[in-house]
């Protein structure tokens, strides 16, 4: 367990962890490693076991002057929550996650909150079990463009503060999020902000728009934010017994059902 490891360490500007074997038998915990290091600028991670790690929990939270962090030899297929992992991290502009497979991940809480995030890409990640998106992108004022077409998130429940408070964002695309399993109570709260600094052009799918539109307008003006409803359209496979396997999803043109013989 590496669990609050340099917690707390305002002194810490950088750290090269290369030289650290671990093995990774028995690292399952990474939480607060470096929570409130606030002078940290620079950690690379390279070579480093990960393939065990069940918790990254708030990991470099608070880490206000952090600029780099090489996480590519990250093993993720065993993590359940990357909570705050990112929180309050203002001087980091993008971090490279293109090494994160996550086929047991379930939460991503505040992931990105108050950062200094311009951009992330995310495709490589399986959102397929993941239920609480509580303010994964909070008040994130460097964001003015996030593409997050490639995400499908069948298991949310919970996406209040998701993009609150971005106020400088120009253009949002979650035409494939599924927000029929969250509370309309909680959509007050997903838009909150949005839009305050200049209108914002948000792609989403019929069914998300219609429950998005639901929420109280306390939450967002109609004139900050610019709708642009997809229609998606999908492909499907019926060969194994009836049942009907999703090939390809497309926001133009008809979908088509192949059935292989």
């Excluded at 606030?38 to 950690?43: D, I, R």
């Excluded at 470099?60 to 990250?74: A, D, I, P, W, Y």
């Excluded at 993009?163 to 927000?179: K, V």
Aim: with cysteine; charged share 20%.
């Amino acid at each position: 367990c590496y669990g609050g490891m340099f917690s707390g360490c305002t002194s810490l500007e950088s750290l090269d962890l290369e030289n650290i074997r671990n093995t990774g038998v028995h690292l399952k915990l990474m939480n607060y490693m470096f929570l409130d290091c606030t002078s940290l600028k620079s950690v690379d991670f390279s070579g480093w076991d990960t393939s065990k790690v069940e918790e990254m929990i708030s990991v470099f939270q608070g880490c206000r002057n952090l600029e780099s962090v090489n996480l590519k030899s990250f093993d993720t297929k065993n993590v359940t929550t990357l909570g705050s992992m990112f929180w309050g991290c203002e001087s980091l502009k993008t971090v490279d996650l293109s090494s994160f497979k996550t086929p047991n991940l379930e939460g991503v809480s505040d992931m990105f909150a108050r950062s200094g995030i311009k951009s992330v890409d995310l495709s490589g990640f399986d959102f397929s079990k993941v239920w609480n998106y509580n303010g994964m992108f909070l008040e994130c004022p460097n964001l003015e463009s996030l593409d997050l077409s490639y995400m499908t998130t069948p298991a949310m429940t919970d996406a209040r503060f998701i993009f609150s408070l971005c106020e400088n964002l120009r253009s949002l695309d979650i035409r494939n999020f599924d927000f029929s399993k969250v509370p309309l109570d909680m959509f007050n709260y997903i838009l909150q902000g949005i839009g305050e600094n200049g209108t914002c052009t948000i792609s989403v799918n019929d069914k998300a728009y219609r429950r998005l539109q639901r929420a109280s307008h306390t939450a967002f003006r109609d004139s900050d934010i610019n709708w642009n409803v997809v229609d998606l359209h999908h492909s499907s496979d019926m060969s194994k017994d009836g049942k009907v396997v999703k090939l390809q999803s497309a926001a133009k043109g008809n979908g088509i059902d192949i059935v292989l013989m």
